[in-house]
């Protein structure tokens, strides 16, 4: 079975290296590599909140985990998640794959769970373990998330309207 893993950017920390949360996201998605359980990874984010771009500081951060460069596919593009989504799909179907992961944090899966479905008719969502002390670090980026969901799950978005582009 061909897996891919879909691993959505979080900003890198100022001096360029991975985040936190972005660690969370990409030591899961290689635990599920060498474990077998998936054949490719779409690295997929662009330089948003700083001049790095989140995909290949994601690349290089996998091939560092022993992750083959033959099996990453990055999307440098990306300006939210609204863009994974889209670029994303771009790539997955060129790729002829049987099963799609998506890879975020838990104050991301709903927000993007109603985004991809516009764009994959099949995909699971995975989140790295939760931490408490995320939670209490991060309780903005959560109360963010619950509004910014709320209002695209009642007011919905024009940008899920877009289509991928065949590659």
Not at 69 to 87: G, H, K, P, Q, W
Not at 97 to 114: E, G, Q, Y
């Amino acid at each position: 079975m061909k897996t891919i893993l879909i691993v959505l950017g979080n900003p890198p920390n100022p001096d360029g290296s991975v985040s936190r949360i972005l660690q969370s996201r990409l030591d899961l998605a290689i635990a599920l590599y060498h474990t077998g359980n998936a054949n490719k990874l779409v690295l997929t984010g662009g330089a948003v909140y700083n001049h790095y771009v989140e995909a290949e500081i994601m690349e290089k951060y996998c091939l560092e985990q022993g992750v083959d460069a033959t099996d990453i596919l990055v999307e440098s593009l990306s300006r939210d998640t609204y863009d994974n989504a889209l670029y994303s799909s771009s790539i997955v179907n060129s790729q002829n794959s049987d099963a799609v992961i998506v890879i975020t944090s838990h104050f991301h899966w709903l927000r993007t769970k109603i985004i991809f479905q516009h764009y994959f008719n099949q995909f699971k969502i995975l989140t790295p373990p939760f931490a408490f002390a995320d939670l209490i670090g991060h309780f903005h980026i959560y109360i963010w998330e619950i509004y910014l969901a709320m209002k695209l799950l009642f007011r919905g978005d024009e940008r899920l309207s877009r289509k991928p582009i065949s590659p």
